[in-house]
């Protein structure tokens, strides 16, 4: 059965976010294990990284939304799937979800469907449109805060006669390890930055929209300000705006009314993401709704930083609060700033005994191994 497997995963884009990045690593684990790997998706960064002699890459407008195109992706799915002899088919979001219940019921595949976070639904028709993650033959939810989500706002489009489980996110342990980076790296980025080693750095990375709590952080900024004196720290937030210029400009005339300009940058982007995290004293998660899994809580740990998160959606189960991050008030920024000033008090052992407890955290819990292991299991469970 295990040599006759062959999953295809059908994904809008393999851009750096959690879905994507999931989604290239189960690519390439699966061969290793004697299965076929296909990948459906319209483009993306991560593109030039896959290995074309371990999986077949085959673009296709999957990240619109247009109803015809979706009918047009459908057909040509089910082409694929019947050309390749797929096994199973995976959608990784809605657009194409929607062309792989088609195919999959037409084939008679099995279909797998990730439900990777909460999709806002304000009318009945965004939440029918929503629930086609739901209507596959195996439903994986990325953290039991989306699982409980489902629960609760998509159990008439449950069948309970499919499978319906949580398989954390992972990420690759040995790419966020704390002992690959090396100083000539890190001064090179800390000088790009513009920042040097005499102050504290706090980073928040995350692509910048309002969700993800950019106000409120520098509003936290503001208050430990006020608590330790001007020029005690520098901030950098990391992130792209993906077109947000408003929001941009929002944010910056905010870091100018509390003269914060001098100590915080703002970078669009990083290349080298452990780098990052490494010359950083300690990381901030300021999501003012929750996350549905929150990847920068668990790279953060991972590289044995100090995380500081919101107590909402996925930071609760990747965090032990006190022992490998904190968590403080959402929404809240001077629950935040009271906790930038604890964490930046914290003497060099107790720093040292978090991080360590963090990344025995991410090790035991979140590591890509056990999360493609997982749906690998699960893929050889629903063929029998």
């Known amino acids: 059965m295990t040599s006759k497997l062959k999953v295809l995963q059908v994904i809008p884009k393999l851009g750096y976010g959690g879905a994507e990045t999931g989604c290239y690593d189960l690519a390439h684990y699966l061969p290793e294990n004697n299965c076929s790997s296909y990948i459906v998706t319209s483009g993306g960064e991560l593109l030039k990284f896959i290995d074309q002699k371990k999986v077949k890459l085959i ?9 015809i195109l979706i009918l047009f ?5 089910i082409f694929i799937i019947l050309f390749h002899n797929i096994s199973i088919v995976h959608a990784r979001s809605r657009a194409p979800a929607w062309s792989c219940l088609i195919a999959t019921k037409i084939t008679r595949r099995k279909f797998v469907t990730t439900f990777h ?3 806002n639904f304000k009318t009945s028709i965004k939440k029918l449109y929503n629930s086609v993650m739901v209507r596959s033959n195996l439903v994986i939810a990325g953290s039991n805060f989306i699982f409980s989500h489902i629960k609760k706002n998509y159990s008439k489009y449950l069948d309970l006669k499919k499978k319906f489980l949580v398989i954390f996110r992972g990420i690759n342990v040995d790419y966020f390890d704390p002992s690959t980076t090396l100083e000539a790296e890190e001064n090179n980025l800390l000088s790009s930055w513009g920042v040097t080693r005499d102050k504290k750095l706090i980073l928040m990375p995350g692509r910048l929209t309002a969700w993800k709590g950019q106000e409120l952080f520098i509003e936290a900024l503001n208050l430990v300000n006020k608590e330790l004196g001007h020029q005690s720290f520098y901030a950098v937030i990391l992130g792209g705006d993906q077109g947000r210029d408003i929001y941009t400009k929002k ?11 001098p100590q915080l940058k703002f970078v669009e982007h990083c290349k080298n993401m452990p780098l990052a995290y490494k010359i950083s004293s300690l990381v901030v998660s300021a999501s003012i709704e929750p996350e549905a899994f929150g990847r920068v809580s668990i790279e953060a740990q991972s590289m044995e930083k100090p995380i ?7 930071s609760n189960e990747t965090i032990t609060n006190n022992v490998s991050g ?3 008030e959402s929404n809240n920024p001077e629950s935040l700033s ?3 000033i604890e964490v930046l008090n914290l003497d060099e052992s107790r720093l040292k005994l978090i ?15 056990k999360m493609c292991f997982s749906t690998y299991s699960e893929y050889k469970k629903l063929l029998n």
């Open 338 to 340: 009271k906790k930038i």
């Open 251 to 261: 944010i910056k005339r905010l870091a100018e009314q509390y003269r914060l300009i």
């Open 308 to 314: 500081i998160a919101s107590d909402i959606g996925g």
């Open 326 to 328: 904190f968590l403080f």
């Open 59 to 67: 673009k296709l407008p999957v990240h619109s939304k247009n109803p």
């Open 355 to 369: 991080g360590i407890e963090g990344r025995k955290n991410i090790i035991k819990k979140f590591n890509v191994e």
């Open 73 to 77: 992706n459908s057909i040509a799915l």
């Open 117 to 119: 976070g909460t999709y």
